[in-house]
């Protein structure tokens, strides 16, 4: 039993803050983990200290004399990342001057520490699970099957069963990584933690610049624990070193410090959504859907005006205010307003051919254009509905009928491919 005394003594030793209960469970989860060779899974959002987490396993653990190394996936190439963890033989690929050896063989006996592991590439995912289960890896560019003893801890800002879902991540790695889940909580979940982490920064900045630190009265405490902070302990503790380098008065109010915390509606830009689950569903796809199918409405009422001016014999002013929605997006600019001259190619008379038109010109008109263009009119209509059809049908058959990864394949959401099984009767 891991006494508080003990999860006290382990933040003193790596620098931690804080006291909130969600804080020190991860805390006694890692001391717990410690000692055994179980692959560890820490989850939380970016900024939030899932490093600290994974030095407290490796010191605490029996690999502590040997070596550790933390690896950010997300920031080495997906090209050369196979070398870099597994190493390579000289001459397997253009640079390779010399042979190379890998964290993984370097870190043997030891333990390496694999952040943001939802970036890395899914032939890498396949590598790292057999050094998982079996020890061994290949170097690349060569056969020999070698051996390594390393712990593995990994962590990760992206909800990894979503990754699954998407086909983004393996599903048998991720069991296989999830031995030990370790929830690192966000700072605005974490209470009073925030009050001591500024307290913290400014006490280090005044320490550093040998400065009176910043300290805050009662309603700036409040307003610094409501806030969201959505870049977590880094943003935290920028805005303290902010507020510690340029004011002058080092009491600060509520007021003062509402200056230095962004809004929070001016976060970054996100896509369209419709709120709650919903906008994560929503594609770039269905943007080009609705785009494909507003032009196709649009053509359809243009050739429903063009036969219509046919059948009238010319275009009135009661037709045109019929179909005024088709000419709102047009630069009225362009259009001269002056009436046309006598000279103008639109006001000379129709000049046809004798021998190649018909005794009656209106049967022409009935029997071919006005024809052609009611036929192209389906043809287009049926053609697009068609082929998403096709598509629809081919996905379901792809995977089993099942709607969910289906509507992944597809680049739509579940609910808009239900409508559109709906939409087509398709069982």
Known sequence: MITPQEIQSVKQRFGIIGNSPLLNHAIQVAMQASPTDMTVLITGESGSGKESFSKIIHSLSLRKHGKFIAINCGAIPEGTIDSELFGHEKG??????????????????????????????????????????????????????????????????????????????????YYRLNTVPIFVPPLR???????????????????????????????????????????????????????????????????????????????????????????MDFSERDILYKVLFDMKKDMNDLKKLVLESFQSGGINPSLMQKHQGLFEDIDTGMISKEPVEATSPYSMPLVIDSKKSPANPEEEY?????????????????????????????????????????????GISERTLYRKIKQYEIE
């Open 366 to 410: 009935e029997d071919d254009v006005i024809e052609d263009i009611v036929h192209e009119e389906d043809d287009n209509s049926l053609s697009l509905e068609r082929k998403e059809k096709e598509m629809i049908l081919k996905a379901l058959r792809k995977h089993n009928n099942k709607r969910k990864y289906a509507a992944s394949d597809l």
């Open 189 to 279: 979940e974490r209470g009073e933690d925030v009050v001591l982490l500024f307290r913290k920064f400014t006490g280090d900045f005044s320490e550093k610049y040998h400065v009176r630190p910043i300290s805050l009265d009662h309603e700036a405490q409040q307003l610094l624990m409501r806030y969201a902070f959505p870049g977590n302990i880094r943003q935290l503790k920028n805005i303290a070193e902010q507020i510690s380098l340029l004011e002058e008065n080092r009491e600060v109010n509520a007021q003062t410090l509402s200056r230095y915390l962004p809004q929070e509606s001016a976060k970054l830009p996100m896509a369209i959504g419709l709120g709650g689950s919903e906008s």
């Open 92 to 173: 397997s690929f253009t640079g390779a001057h010399e042979a190379r050896k890998g964290y993984f063989e370097v870190t043997d006996g030891g333990s390496i520490f694999l952040d943001e592991i939802g970036e890395m590439p899914l032939g890498t995912q396949a590598r790292l699970l057999r050094v998982l289960e079996n020890g061994e890896f290949i170097k690349v560019g060569s056969s020999k099957v070698q051996k390594t003893n390393v712990r593995v801890i990994t962590a990760t800002n992206v909800n990894l069963i979503k990754a699954v879902e998407k086909g983004k991540f393996r599903e048998d790695l």
